[in-house]
């Protein structure tokens, strides 16, 4: 069984519609037709039927791609492995978060034009939503996305490694007569009268600014939002709010950053690829320097770190 036309059949799944199953192929929708039609020939059995204008998987197409998930994993952990003896090079397109992106991706980018000239790294600022659309359409090789152990997220259906964990602390008017640090939960009331400013893009950035704020029994009053981290703490420094940050920020004019040793919430970075993929030469050495990138920075910003390590907190395939 030809596993192109198999994975045809998966993109099929993961998409829905013929169209969309060639523009993320790059074939004619007459060609992923005529695809399924072979495939259908080859089984035996219908793989999908039609319903008015659109397709659906049958119930024995359904259960083919299920078998066909884990076989094209195989391959591409196959091709990886053959090609482990061999430098690594080609296009890799990676999908980031901010942060992520400036303060590790791009120093790492700069390492590897010098280390492995043949390697060519693709880079495309994304939210996590937008970075697994991405993985799901295999319009990325690798992305890094984040979530916070108070609201974590689901990755079904792909490889995760957990690079490194790190403190949130609160960031606060600098002259605000506000804690210097929260020893307990009790200790957040004192910022029950403040505005809260978030992240526009993340909606779990609102969710984790409700749970932290439940811990001491009151709502926060989120007023403020904007897309980048220097616009949330511009707005804070400007005195109209209060924001939850990751503690390996560098200073900022007019904000002071409080630490939460009594309400220890962590942000945690993660790789996540399509099973099979993280085997890739090329993928895998961009993985390890951004996840030692990351770490050394932190390390040097005196944030205390919990490294994710393959067995523990660190990979996992998700089906």
Do not use: K
């Not at 999908?48 to 066909?68: D, I, Q």
Request: aromatic residues 4%; contains cysteine; negative net charge.
């Amino acid at each position: 069984m030809d596993t192109r036309l198999l994975r045809v059949l998966v993109e099929l799944s993961d998409r829905g519609t013929l169209r969309a199953v060639a523009e993320a192929t790059g074939y004619g929708t007459s060609a992923v037709s005529q695809q399924l039609a072979t495939l259908t020939r080859e089984v035996g059995a219908p793989l999908v039927e039609r319903t008015g204008r659109t397709v659906r998987l049958t119930p024995a197409g359904r259960r083919l791609v299920a078998h066909a998930r884990p076989i094209l994993a195989a391959v591409d952990a196959a091709r990886a492995a053959l090609a482990r003896g061999g430098e690594p090079g080609g296009a890799v397109h990676v999908a980031s978060y901010a942060s992520v992106l400036s303060g590790d991706l791009i120093p790492v980018v700069r390492e590897l034009v010098v280390s492995h000239p043949g390697l060519q790294l693709l880079l495309q600022e994304q939210e996590p939503p937008e970075v697994l659309r991405l993985l799901a359409e295999d319009r990325v090789d690798l992305g890094f996305v984040y979530d916070y152990d108070l609201v974590p997220r689901g990755w079904d259906g792909y490889t995760v490694r957990q690079l490194c964990e790190t403190p949130m602390v609160l960031a606060v008017p600098a002259e605000r007569d506000l804690p210097e640090r929260i020893d307990a939960p009790g200790r957040l009331c004192a910022l029950a009268g403040q505005s809260w400013v978030v992240n526009s893009r993340g909606p779990a950035d609102d969710e984790l600014a409700v749970r932290v704020c439940a811990l001491a029994a009151y709502q926060p009053m989120i007023e403020h939002r904007a897309d980048s981290m220097d616009l949330v703490l511009d707005l804070v420094s400007a005195d109209l709010g209060v924001a939850l940050v990751p503690g390996h920020l560098p200073e900022h004019p007019g904000v002071r950053f409080v630490p939460m040793p009594g309400v220890p919430v962590r942000r945690r970075m993660f790789s996540i690829t399509r099973p099979g993929r993280e085997h890739w030469p090329a993928v895998s050495l961009v993985i390890e320097r951004v996840a030692a990138h990351a770490l050394a920075e932190r390390w040097r910003s005196g944030q205390p770190l919990v490294v994710g390590q393959p067995g523990d907190q660190g990979e996992h395939h998700h089906e």
